[in-house]
């Protein structure tokens, strides 16, 4: 069973940039199809974007696509979310997800906070 770690949260201006990563310990990384979701408060969680097990196939959600990329290293057991052009309504708590089978997470992250600021 895959242990994922997040990082690369903090607070940031509109328009800013961050990068965030999420780091895998404990399975076979490269078996794995891997998300990122987030929730703000009071929503409830949601898809970002979505990269299969080999990086050959992504999924963006339409809210963030143009702007956040996701991108995994499987030399490097870490997928990334590369987000641009911030805005306030991408205030969130960021998580990666994990799934061996299919595409829904069966394995999260404890996830890490993204505060964007007008």
């Known amino acids: 069973q895959v242990q994922l770690v997040e990082s690369g949260g903090g607070l940031v201006q509109a328009g800013g940039s961050l990068r965030l990563s999420c780091a895998a310990s404990g399975g076979t990384f490269r078996s794995y199809a891997m998300s990122w979701f987030r929730q703000a408060p009071g929503k409830e969680r949601e898809i970002v974007a979505r990269?299969?097990?080999?990086?050959?196939?992504?999924y963006t959600a339409d809210s963030v696509k143009g702007r956040f990329t996701i991108s995994r290293d499987n030399a490097k057991n870490t997928v990334y979310l590369q987000m641009t052009s911030l805005k306030p309504e991408d205030t969130a708590v960021y998580y990666c997800?994990?799934?061996?089978?299919?595409?829904?997470?069966?394995?999260w992250g404890q996830g890490t906070q993204v505060t964007v600021s007008s």
């Open positions: 997800g994990a799934a061996r089978t299919g595409i829904v997470p069966t394995t």
């Open positions: 990269i299969s097990s080999s990086g050959g196939g992504t």
